[in-house]
């Protein structure tokens, strides 16, 4: 039974790290608009990070929690709730930086490849 309990704890912790790094994200997004800031990178260097890094870790999670669930280990509602914030937390930031890229067009370059170039 520990051992059990100790698999889906670790599912969910793969899966926690991408909204913990979201939530931090927003507290960046947070305390940068308080200040003027030039920079772009400041903005999409941690979506980039996101989408890298937390995101396929979450998804292992996800893949993970699905296996345990084929063997009858972990209900199926856990594997729903897991995909569904997967899926929201990493589409929220790619949300953001689609707006940032509509917002910023104001330098004449409307070619989306232009602005996405840190994905």
Not at 19 to 39: E, F, G, H, M, Q
């Amino acid at each position: 039974m520990k051992t059990r309990t100790f698999a889906n704890t670790g599912c969910w912790l793969l899966v926690s790290s991408l909204v913990v790094a979201d939530i931090l994200y927003l507290y960046l997004l947070w305390y940068l608009r308080k200040r003027y800031v030039w920079s772009g990178n400041t903005y999409t260097d941690p979506v980039a990070c996101i989408l890298r890094y937390f995101t396929p870790v979450a998804v292992v999670g996800v893949i993970a929690l699905a296996v345990r669930w084929r063997f009858g280990l972990v209900g199926k509602q856990s594997v729903a709730i897991a995909a569904v914030i997967t899926l929201f937390c990493t589409l929220s930031p790619l949300a953001y930086g689609l707006w940032l890229w509509h917002k910023w067009h104001i330098l004449g370059v409307d070619d989306l490849s232009y602005w996405a170039w840190w994905l």
